[in-house]
Structures are given as structure tokens and as C-alpha cells.
């Protein structure tokens, strides 16, 4: 069995919504001796590997990541990342452009040659790539930030360019408060051109098909090695990529550009050339990582095996298998979003709540006549809006736990500043926002210092909370 995905996925190695598991943003993931699916399935007999990008567990990414995300409540705005921006490298010939995911790739390829062959008993293998990522951007200060689209020759001549579409855009007024937040922070809220927004577009694509010819490295080592015919394959990735849809480039957000996500999976006993309508959701991997296995699935786990959906097994069969859900929940709790976000999806419907449910005003969208979610029908359609609101509540307490978010980033951010003592106010000015931030440093550190004077939220709750206080 082999899984590639684009950056590791903290709900797919859980099998647990985020605020079950405290992940609160890149910094803060599962803790380092959490069971993952591939560990349930060593215990059961599977020769285990992994390659590639392991971010998963707490401890990664910068400083500035973990600063901007503790900080997204202060009132100020600031600028964390360089302005979007294309790279090209004007080699026709230049295949591997993104060489560190070449090399894990080469490691997977190595593994399957000459390990995963001659064992005796089944595999399963974890490759994590950064690409589709967008590149550092050295401009934008430590750890650099990553808003340079960067490719060549070789793979942008297989964009068709002339079919890119200019997305459109509300005026910067009219943005939902969160969104406006984000595009600032993402430094997006300048004039762009046309020509600026389709290259990062076409960029973009073309870094998608350096991505793909690496999934085709393996699975044509797979086929040589006449492994393929009995190897489970499944790709997939923990966002999209916004690409200035909605004035943004990179993640964090509920819009389809980043929220949908492929997965694909091919293999023995999985249906061929079927594009399955359900919604399902990265938490379901889990479940189906062991359900390929035969392993007994936790009743803990908050998705559902996908192989009910995707296998040729007779339905009799398949109907015996519990019934999933029919809606998919998503939140965030990180950097450039300064409120925790939470989206509902089922049926036509996209509902996203923010924060404690009533100082941010929610969004609804209407898939099925407004796919470009431009227009938010929340106050059009109370009715909807509050029974969809009360279908989040009924699954995820969300009020209660943005307080908790923010508890623990009051928390996590004063340990910070003890922590260096002095040099706080250097290297707080030195961070990816360092550019805003020289201008008026007195005026953000004030800020923060009232931040901290402030309050904690009247519904926040004990650190020690239980898990079920959530649901």
C-alpha cells in the first residue's frame, strides 16, 4: 500500500476533527507518541516506511508562524507574507525544479526496488511532498515566508494558458471581515494585473504537473516491479491552493480553492475510473487505512472508511458497513485567519461559523448557483443559516472552543516573551512582519501589551478540559 499526499495531514494520521486532538495550528500538532493509523498497522504484521515531509507532531515550523498565530487576536494588521510573485527558470529541459522532493521521491522508488520487493509480508508506505507549495520568498524576513510560484520552462509549457480564468473579486469593502484580514496579512490587498494573476495561475498548474510526474515515478516503479497490480495507491493533500481567488494566494481558508482537496485512490478491489459525489473528509484515511488492512476500526474515530464507497465489493456487503454521514466538517484555528473558522458542507449548502458565533457574522453559500462563493446568502436565509448553525452545534461546541484557542494562545504567547527575556523586542520586530512592524514598533508592542492586560474570554475554559466537553 502506498500513500502520497502533498504535506503531511494532522486529521489524517488521527482520524480525529482538530479540537479532539488540540492541534491548533502548525506549531501545536499530535503529540509525538499519539497511534497513527501506520502504527495500528506495524502492530499488525505491515512492514512500515515513511519519506518526505513528517511535519505532523508539535514542535514544527517558525517562529513567526507561531507568533502570528498566537497574535490573531491583537489589534493590528500587519503584513506576514512577501507579495505574491512568479519564478521562472527559462529551461526547456529542466525537469526536477522542486530537488528536495525529487530526492524523497528517488528514496521511495530506491525503497520499492530494493526493500519493499522482497518482503514477505505487505507494506505500506508514506511519501510527504512540499510541492504544490508555493517557494521561500527571502524578501519577506525570517524563515522567509513562501509566495514565490516558481517552475520552468519544462513544465509551463504544458499549462494551457490561454484557458486560465481571471477569478473574480469582491471590492476590498465589501470582503467578509475574516477574509479582509487574510488578504492583508497575505500582503494581497494591492493592485494587481491581469497578467500578474494569471501567471500565478499558470505557475501554480505547473507546479501541480511537476507533482504528478513524481506520483508517476512510483507508480510506474510499481509497475515494473509488477507490484502495482496488488498495491492500494492513494494521493492526497491537506489544502489547496487559493491562487488569487478571493484576493489570496496559499490556504487558510474555507473557499472551495482551498478547502477541496483531491483524493484519489487506485488499486485491486477499488472501482476504476468512477468519480464518487459523496462528501467525504481527510478524517475518513484513518479508517480506511485499516479497513484495507482488515483491522478492526476504533469507534473513536471521527470519519468513515472510504471503501464502501470506492469498492467493487457487492452492495449487500457494503450496506453492512456503517452509514456515514452526509455532510464533511472543516476548522481552523492558525495564522492569518484571526478568528477560528469553522464550515459546514452537505448538500448544496456551505455554512461557516467564526469565533463565538455572534461577534463575527457567519457566511453562506449556495454551491450549486454561486460556485465562485461571491455571494453570502447568511441574512437573505435565516431559516437556513440558523438550522445549519444548529446542526454545527449539535456536532462541535464552537463557541467553546475558540475560547479554549484562545486561552491557549494567551498562554503560549506570554511563555514565549519570558522565554527570551530582553530581546524580546528585537526579535518580535525581526519577525516575517518585521517589514510593518520597524515602522512603528511602539505602536504593535502596545498593542499586544494591552492584548495581555485584556481579559481572558468570560467562556473560556480549564486547560485540563476533557474532550467530550467539546462535543
Not at 522567509?144 to 476590498?172: C, M
Not at 514565549?416 to 512582519?433: C, D, F
Request: proline share 5%.
Amino acid at each position: 500500500m502506498v500513500i502520497v499526499t502533498q504535506t503531511p495531514l494532522l486529521t489524517m494520521w488521527s482520524g480525529l476533527f482538530t479540537h479532539l486532538t488540540e492541534s491548533w495550528n502548525n506549531f501545536k500538532g499530535l503529540d509525538p507518541n499519539y497511534t497513527t493509523w501506520m502504527d495500528v498497522m506495524e502492530k499488525h504484521g505491515y512492514q512500515t516506511q515513511k519519506f518526505g515531509k513528517l511535519d505532523y507532531t508539535s514542535g514544527h515550523h517558525s517562529i513567526s508562524n507561531r507568533v502570528e498565530a498566537w497574535t490573531r487576536d491583537v489589534a493590528f494588521l500587519l503584513r506576514q507574507e512577501g507579495r505574491p510573485v512568479v519564478n521562472l527558470i527559462p529551461d526547456k529541459n529542466r525537469r526536477r525544479v522542486m530537488e528536495k522532493d525529487w530526492q524523497s521521491t528517488d528514496k521511495v522508488t530506491d525503497w520499492l526496488r530494493q526493500e519493499a520487493i522482497n518482503y514477505t509480508k505487505p507494506f505500506v508506505l508514506y511519501l510527504g511532498l512540499n510541492l504544490p507549495h508555493p517557494y521561500p520568498s527571502p524578501s519577506s524576513g525570517e524563515n522567509f515566508g513562501a509566495s514565490t510560484f516558481h517552475t520552468s520552462l519544462y513544465w509551463l509549457d504544458k499549462v494551457a494558458y490561454d484557458a486560465i480564468k481571471i477569478p473574480k473579486w469582491l471590492a476590498l469593502s465589501e470582503m467578509h471581515p475574516v477574509d479582509y484580514y487574510s488578504s492583508y496579512t497575505k500582503n494581497c490587498t494591492g493592485k494587481f494585473t491581469e497578467e500578474e494573476i494569471k501567471n500565478i495561475r499558470a505557475y501554480y498548474y505547473a507546479m501541480c504537473a511537476e507533482t504528478d510526474a513524481m506520483l508517476g515515478e512510483i507508480i510506474l516503479t510499481l509497475r515494473k516491479l509488477d507490484l502495482l497490480q496488488k498495491t492500494i495507491v492513494i494521493y492526497t493533500s491537506d489544502h489547496g491552493e487559493m491562487a488569487m481567488e478571493h484576493r489570496q494566494f496559499y490556504k487558510m481558508s474555507m473557499y472551495e480553492a482551498s478547502a477541496h482537496v483531491p483524493l484519489l485512490m487506485m488499486g485491486p478491489g477499488i472501482k476504476v475510473n468512477v468519480q464518487v459525489p459523496n462528501f467525504v473528509s481527510l478524517v475518513d484515511i484513518y479508517p480506511t487505512m485499516l479497513d484495507i488492512a482488515g483491522i478492526a476500526l476504533p469507534q473513536t474515530l471521527s470519519g468513515y472508511s472510504l471503501l464502501m464507497l470506492s469498492s467493487e465489493a457487492p452492495a449487500d456487503e457494503q450496506m453492512r458497513k456503517t452509514q456515514r454521514q452526509p455532510w464533511v466538517l472543516s476548522e481552523f484555528h492558525g495564522c492569518n485567519a484571526n478568528a477560528s473558522t469553522y464550515m459546514l458542507r452537505t448538500g448544496q449548502w456551505k455554512y461557516i461559523a467564526y469565533s463565538d458565533g455572534a461577534s463575527v457574522h457567519p457566511q453562506l453559500f449556495d454551491l450549486s448557483s454561486d460556485p465562485d462563493e461571491l455571494t453570502n446568502i447568511a441574512i437573505k436565509f435565516p431559516e437556513i443559516t440558523y438550522s445549519l448553525d444548529q446542526k454545527l452545534r449539535s456536532i462541535i461546541n464552537y463557541p467553546k472552543v475558540s475560547a479554549s484557542v484562545h486561552q491557549y494562545n494567551r498562554k503560549q504567547f506570554i511563555m514565549w516573551k519570558q522565554s527570551i527575556g530582553q530581546n524580546y523586542s528585537t526579535v518580535i520586530a525581526h519577525l516575517r512582519w518585521h517589514q510593518d512592524w520597524q515602522k512603528e514598533p511602539w505602536k504593535y508592542e502596545n498593542a499586544i501589551h494591552q492584548w495581555l492586560k485584556a481579559h481572558p474570554s468570560p467562556v473560556a475554559v480549564d486547560n485540563n478540559r476533557t474532550f467530550s466537553r467539546y462535543v
